[in-house]
C-alpha cells in the first residue's frame, strides 16, 4: 500500500518536471510539425491503480491539471481536460475488462495486462485529453479542423513516449 | 435525511466531477485573456442579436416620434448651411485637416438604472467601431466604446462609476474632469475646477479635446450648481445634462483618425 504511494507520488513529480521542463519546450518548427504538442503527464492518471476510489481521482487529477496550467500560464485548461480523462476513466475501463475482471489491485499498465491492451485503453484516454485539450485552448468549435489536426499529431508523438514507457518500465 | 445522503454517497464522485469542472472554467475565463475575450464575444453576439430583435419590434411603435425628431435635426441642419452659404449653393469644405469621422449607429439596448451602465450599439469592427472611440448623441455626449465585435458594441455610458472625460468651461478656459457620482441621471460631477476661477450657474461645459476620443467643444451639460468647501481648492460643481438618455435611439461614433499618432506621440 505505501508502495502504491511512493511510487505515483514519484510518478506524478517526475511526469510533471518533464513535462513542463522539457516537453514544454520542444517546439518542432517544420511544416505540418508545428501542430505537435508532446503531452505526457495524463500517463499518471491512466496508471493510478484500478480500484482508486473515483473522488481521489478526481482530485488528484485536478491537481496535476492545475501544477502544469501553472508552468504553461494556462490557469484551468490543463486541469478541465484532465478531470475530464478522469470521469471517463471507468467507463473506459469498464469497457475495456478481460472477460475474467480486473484480477489485480495494481495499475492498468502494460505489465498486468499487455502492451496491446495497454495500448488501446492509453490512446482512448489520450485522444479525449488531447481533443478536450485544444478544443478548451480554442474555446471555440469555429476552429474544429483545427482541433482535430493538432489532436491526432500530437496523439501520435505522445503515444510514442508513453509506450515507449510501458517497454521501459515494469509498472506494477 | 438518510436517502439524501446516501444519495451523495452514491453520486458524489459525479457531483465532484462537475464542480471541479465548473472551478476550472472560472479559472480558464477569469485567468486567460483569449479564452475570456471569445467568452464574452460570443455572448455579445447572441445577446446582440436578441436585443436587436426586440429594438427593431420597439422601433416600429415609435416611428412617428422618430421621424419628427429627425426632422427637427434635419431642419437645424439646414439652418446652418443656410446660414452659411445660402441655400441651393454647393458648398465646399477643405476638410483635409478635420480628422474626425463620424458613424451613425443606433442603439439597442441600454441600461441607466445601475450604478454602472452601458449600452449596446449594432455597430462593430466591419463597420470600423474599435474601443476607446467616443459616442455623441443629437443633445451632446454619451459614452466611450469599451468593446466591439464584428456586429456589436458596448458603451461605456457617462453614467458610469468608471467613467472619467476630460470637460472644460466655454469661453473660460478652465479644465477640469466630468465624472458620475449620484444615481440622478441628469447630473453630472465636474471636479478640478479651482476656486479662483469664475464659474456661474447656466455656463456651458464642453469637452476639451485634450483626449482623443471627442474633439473639442462638444456639448456635455450646463452648470447648475457650484459651492465651493471651505479649504478646498476645488469647486463641487453640478452640471445638468441636456440628454434624456431612457429616450435615446440614434446616436454618432466619432472615428478620431489622427488617435493612433496623438497617442504614440503621449506614450514616448
Known sequence: MNSTITSNGLRFLILLLIQVLALKGIQLDYSFLRYVVIIIYPLFIILLPINIPRSLLLLLAFLLGISVDIFYDSIGVHAAASVFIAFCRLFILRLLEPTQGYKTEGSPSAHNFGLGWFTTYASIMMIIHLFVYFSIDAFSFVFILDILIKTILSFIFSMLFLIVHQIVFKVD | ?268
Not at chain 2, 224 to 236: C, D, L, P, R, V
Open chain 2, 1 to 268: 435525511m438518510r436517502n439524501i445522503i446516501l444519495f451523495f454517497a452514491k453520486h458524489g464522485s459525479t457531483f465532484l466531477f462537475i464542480l471541479l469542472e465548473i472551478i476550472c472554467f472560472i479559472l480558464i475565463i477569469n485567468f486567460n485573456n483569449n479564452q475570456r475575450s471569445i467568452y464574452l464575444h460570443s455572448s455579445n453576439l447572441i445577446s446582440g442579436k436578441l436585443y436587436e430583435e426586440k429594438q427593431k419590434f420597439v422601433d416600429f411603435f415609435s416611428l412617428s416620434e422618430q421621424l419628427d425628431s429627425l426632422q427637427v435635426e434635419n431642419a437645424r441642419l439646414l439652418r446652418r448651411v443656410l446660414y452659411h452659404e445660402g441655400y441651393g449653393k454647393s458648398i465646399e469644405i477643405d476638410s483635409s485637416d478635420f480628422n474626425y469621422k463620424l458613424i451613425p449607429a443606433k442603439i439597442i439596448n441600454q441600461s441607466i438604472n445601475s450604478r454602472n451602465n452601458y449600452l449596446t450599439i449594432d455597430k462593430g469592427t466591419i463597420d470600423d467601431i474599435r474601443p476607446d472611440m467616443g459616442v455623441i448623441g443629437r443633445n451632446g455626449i454619451i459614452g466611450i466604446v469599451q468593446n466591439a465585435n464584428t456586429k456589436y458594441a458596448r458603451v461605456l455610458s457617462i453614467l458610469n462609476s468608471k467613467s472619467r472625460i476630460s470637460a472644460k468651461i466655454k469661453n473660460k478656459g478652465y479644465f477640469g474632469n466630468i465624472l458620475w457620482r449620484n444615481l440622478d441621471t441628469q447630473r453630472l460631477d465636474l471636479e478640478a475646477i479651482p476656486t479662483h476661477a469664475t464659474v456661474a450657474v447656466g455656463d456651458t461645459v464642453v469637452t476639451s479635446g485634450y483626449s482623443t476620443m471627442f474633439p473639442p467643444n462638444i456639448f456635455i451639460g450646463t452648470i447648475e450648481t457650484f459651492q465651493s468647501k471651505k479649504g478646498a481648492s476645488n469647486y463641487n460643481i453640478t452640471v445638468k445634462l441636456n440628454n434624456n438618455f431612457s429616450k435615446l435611439q440614434h446616436v454618432f461614433v466619432i472615428d478620431n483618425t489622427a488617435q493612433d499618432f496623438q497617442k504614440t506621440i503621449e506614450i514616448e
